[in-house]
């Protein structure tokens, strides 16, 4: 997520800051929790796991997928024992009541032999389950739906799960600081952000970007209104009976969190980037007069990162500014969403970076998030250096000068959970790459970045295998500078 969101994140004041200071996959390989003793879930030391009924726990005998991913700083977040491999998301949604009709169907891949596994689904009303079409038994315990095929699904196969369900999104609030994220109802609709862990206010899922998966939307929404979701519109929208059908198509591995169905009352521009990428732009009318500017920064913005950072890994970019007083900005896959702002050409930037760093290289675990936001934030101040508003050094060097700043008693590489945007993420995690940069020259430096974005293109990674390709590529040995950018919790001495 971007550098935004209030009270934690970096507020867009000091966003704007960062470009003006001078101035003014492969496919995940399977979400497989880390082994526990018989009966008792990852991430969970005694007792019944959540989402899972006795009676799996008594005959699953190690067949139970877990309820949690495996990711110790969120351990309920996404699931064990398979791989989701593509979500087909049926969805309609009525803003004068706020329900939300929809019918998930989910494409996955065992990885252990199951009798039983989860979904992650927060509120909402499940009427039916289906796997490999025969009806299956289900059950709900907090945000855990826990799911019971007919017959026993062997390690390895390839399954399909119908989940139908009903309700008013409930949207996560107040969590760890965070605000309000996950399926927000608007005046005209609905405004979606979902990072860290908020597409399970809307479907069910695997929902822990250790799991990437393809996506298909089909939303209805009331004629007159516009259904937003990533990747492209697959033909012109349906309508009939005074509802009109959109269909939108991400054929590239996602994030869950990534994932939006951002509805309501939208001015639209659509074209082409100056190397040819379609560009799609959307604005609330209260936003009408940003409309041109999203569409034409959008552009040119994602031409130039494609020139730094390698190849755009999607197939269309561009950008929807809601009404939403969100105070923050997400990067969406293809569709990054300011949430009741008119974004500075910096926010843009970092949002567009995301679609590299965060999007397509995703994180493993939570604790590495600097992977996205450090990166997304220098190349904020790569923008201000190309488009001569200050160097990166003088940015660098106006940050380290803060000595009292608090992001040097917090280090960024291995975030906190419950403080998981902390800015030192941003800033500390941009002052590491910098810092890098400085050591081993731009020449292997902008190299390092283009192959760090094609190692890793549509797939996972973490820090560690960042330093090892900084090393190799470099010839020298980084761990010192590493350690003291990223994980020591001080001021680093002063670079030359």
Same mark, same amino acid.
């Given at each position: 997520?971007?550098?935004?969101?209030?009270?934690?994140?970096?507020?867009?004041?000091?966003?704007?800051?960062?470009?003006?200071?001078?101035?003014?996959?492969?496919?995940?390989?399977?979400?497989?929790?880390?082994?526990?003793?018989?009966?008792?879930?990852?991430?969970?030391?005694?007792?019944?796991?959540?989402?899972?009924?006795?009676?799996?726990?008594?005959?699953?005998?190690?067949?139970?997928?877990?309820?949690?991913?495996?990711?110790?700083?969120?351990?309920?977040?996404?699931?064990?024992?398979?791989?989701?491999?593509?979500?087909?998301?049926?969805?309609?949604?009525?803003?004068?009541?706020?329900?939300?009709?929809?019918?998930?169907?989910?494409?996955?891949?065992?990885?252990?032999?199951?009798?039983?596994?989860?979904?992650?689904?927060?509120?909402?009303?499940?009427?039916?389950?289906?796997?490999?079409?025969?009806?299956?038994?289900?059950?709900?315990?907090?945000?855990?739906?826990?799911?019971?095929?007919?017959?026993?699904?062997?390690?390895?196969?390839?399954?399909?799960?119908?989940?139908?369900?009903?309700?008013?999104?409930?949207?996560?609030?107040?969590?760890?600081?965070?605000?309000?994220?996950?399926?927000?109802?608007?005046?005209?609709?609905?405004?979606?952000?979902?990072?860290?862990?908020?597409?399970?206010?809307?479907?069910?899922?695997?929902?822990?970007?250790?799991?990437?998966?393809?996506?298909?939307?089909?939303?209805?929404?009331?004629?007159?209104?516009?259904?937003?979701?990533?990747?492209?519109?697959?033909?012109?929208?349906?309508?009939?009976?005074?509802?009109?059908?959109?269909?939108?198509?991400?054929?590239?591995?996602?994030?869950?969190?990534?994932?939006?169905?951002?509805?309501?009352?939208?001015?639209?521009?659509?074209?082409?980037?100056?190397?040819?990428?379609?560009?799609?732009?959307?604005?609330?009318?209260?936003?009408?007069?940003?409309?041109?500017?999203?569409?034409?920064?959008?552009?040119?913005?994602?031409?130039?990162?494609?020139?730094?950072?390698?190849?755009?890994?999607?197939?269309?970019?561009?950008?929807?500014?809601?009404?939403?007083?969100?105070?923050?900005?997400?990067?969406?896959?293809?569709?990054?969403?300011?949430?009741?702002?008119?974004?500075?050409?910096?926010?843009? $930037?970092?949002?567009? &970076?995301?679609?590299?760093?965060?999007?397509?290289? #995703? @994180?493993?675990?939570?604790? +590495?998030? %600097? !992977?996205?936001?450090?990166?997304?934030?220098?190349?904020?101040?790569?923008?201000?250096?190309?488009?001569?508003?200050?160097?990166?050094?003088?940015?660098?060097?106006?940050?380290?000068?803060?000595?009292?700043?608090?992001?040097?008693?917090?280090?960024?590489?291995?975030?906190?959970?419950?403080?998981?945007?902390?800015?030192?993420?941003?800033?500390?995690?941009?002052?590491?790459?910098?810092?890098?940069?400085?050591?081993?020259?731009?020449?292997?430096?902008?190299?390092?970045?283009?192959?760090?974005?094609?190692?890793?293109?549509?797939?996972?990674?973490?820090? $560690?295998?960042?330093? &090892?390709?900084?090393?190799?590529?470099?010839?020298? #040995? @980084?761990?010192?500078?590493? +350690?003291? %950018? !990223?994980?020591?919790?001080?001021?680093?001495?002063?670079?030359?």
């Amino acid at each position: 997520m971007s550098a935004h969101r209030i009270p934690t994140r970096v507020p867009l004041t000091l966003a704007a800051a960062l470009v003006g200071a001078t101035t003014a996959c492969a496919a995940s390989e399977g979400a497989v929790a880390p082994t526990a003793p018989a009966g008792q879930s990852a991430g969970q030391s005694t007792g019944q796991s959540a989402g899972q009924s006795a009676g799996a726990l008594a005959t699953g005998e190690g067949t139970t997928g877990a309820p949690g991913i495996g990711d110790p700083d969120f351990p309920l977040d996404g699931n064990g024992g398979y791989d989701v491999q593509h979500y087909g998301l049926k969805l309609s949604y009525d803003p004068a009541t706020k329900q939300l009709a929809g019918s998930a169907a989910i494409q996955a891949k065992a990885v252990q032999d199951l009798t039983s596994f989860d979904l992650d689904l927060h509120g909402l009303t499940v009427s039916r389950v289906t796997v490999g079409g025969a009806a299956a038994g289900f059950g709900r315990q907090g945000d855990e739906l826990t799911i019971t095929p007919a017959a026993r699904i062997s390690k390895g196969d390839r399954f399909d799960v119908t989940v139908d369900y009903a309700g008013v999104p409930e949207p996560v609030r107040d969590y760890a600081d965070l605000g309000t994220y996950g399926f927000v109802a608007t005046s005209d609709g609905s405004f979606v952000t979902c990072e860290p862990n908020g597409a399970k206010t809307w479907f069910p899922s695997n929902d822990h970007p250790a799991d990437k998966a393809t996506f298909d939307f089909t939303l209805t929404v009331p004629q007159g209104l516009t259904a937003i979701a990533n990747g492209e519109l697959d033909g012109t929208p349906r309508t009939s009976g005074g509802k009109t059908t959109y269909v939108w198509r991400e054929k590239h591995p996602m994030v869950t969190y990534l994932a939006t169905m951002t509805t309501g009352k939208f001015e639209v521009r659509t074209g082409r980037s100056a190397q040819g990428l379609p560009v799609y732009a959307a604005v609330d009318p209260a936003f009408h007069g940003s409309l041109d500017h999203l569409y034409t920064e959008s552009a040119q913005i994602t031409d130039y990162w494609s020139t730094v950072f390698g190849p755009y890994p999607f197939s269309s970019t561009g950008g929807v500014i809601d009404d939403f007083a969100a105070g923050y900005a997400l990067e969406n896959q293809t569709k990054p969403i300011y949430g009741g702002f008119s974004p500075e050409d910096g926010i843009i $930037a970092h949002e567009l &970076a995301h679609q590299w760093f965060g999007d397509s290289v #995703s @994180l493993t675990r939570w604790k +590495d998030v %600097w !992977l996205n936001e450090g990166f997304a934030t220098y190349a904020e101040w790569l923008w201000s250096e190309h488009t001569g508003k200050g160097t990166a050094d003088a940015l660098f060097q106006r940050y380290y000068a803060n000595a009292a700043d608090p992001m040097w008693s917090y280090p960024p590489g291995a975030a906190r959970p419950a403080d998981l945007f902390n800015g030192s993420v941003y800033t500390r995690g941009a002052m590491a790459l910098h810092a890098l940069r400085k050591d081993i020259g731009d020449a292997t430096f902008f190299s390092l970045i283009k192959k760090w974005t094609a190692a890793h293109r549509y797939g996972n990674a973490t820090t $560690a295998e960042f330093v &090892a390709l900084a090393e190799r590529m470099s010839g020298k #040995s @980084l761990g010192g500078l590493f +350690d003291a %950018w !990223l994980f020591q919790p001080k001021r680093p001495a002063a670079t030359t």
